[in-house]
């Protein structure tokens, strides 16, 4: 099975976007050795992205011993499913009302079938579930 892992930022494994300061150092022991994408509503647009890879990309990899393989723009995904349902409202409104957890399990179903798919985030619930198209999705509130 094919696995993707993702970590939410803020509250999670730093402090703020702003004040970039790792925290939940016990993470480590979970999330060393795995290559991760960021799953986060601090990500939205591309032009957050210099911050990311200049103020906190590095520290991140150093401190949790991970290999950061990729960002998830919450934008572009909220616009994608917003586009499907024929709704017009602003992104942020709908990413709002959708919650962390609902927006990553939407977007679980769009990756490959029968993978192995993890979220660690303070938003969210400890949650398990068995998609339809087989993969398994693991939340990991921190």
Avoid at 51 to 78: P, Q, W, Y
Avoid at 96 to 104: A, D, M, P, R
């Amino acid at each position: 099975m094919t696995e993707f892992n993702f970590i939410d930022l803020e509250q999670t494994v730093i402090d703020s976007w702003h004040y970039p300061l790792p925290i939940n150092l016990q993470l480590k022991r979970q999330l060393a050795g795995l290559k991760v994408a960021v799953f986060s509503f601090a990500l939205r647009e591309s032009s957050d992205l210099n911050h990311f890879h200049i103020n906190i990309r590095e520290t991140l990899e150093s401190v949790f011993g991970v290999k950061i393989v990729g960002v998830v723009l919450t934008a572009d995904l909220c616009k994608m499913f917003m586009s499907e349902e024929g709704r017009t409202e602003n992104y942020t409104d709908y990413m709002f009302e959708l919650g962390k957890q609902e927006l990553f399990l939407k977007y679980a179903e769009t990756l490959p079938a029968n993978s192995i798919i993890r979220l660690w985030d303070d938003s969210v619930s400890n949650f398990s579930i068995k998609l339809e198209n087989g993969s398994i999705v693991n939340l990991y509130k921190v």
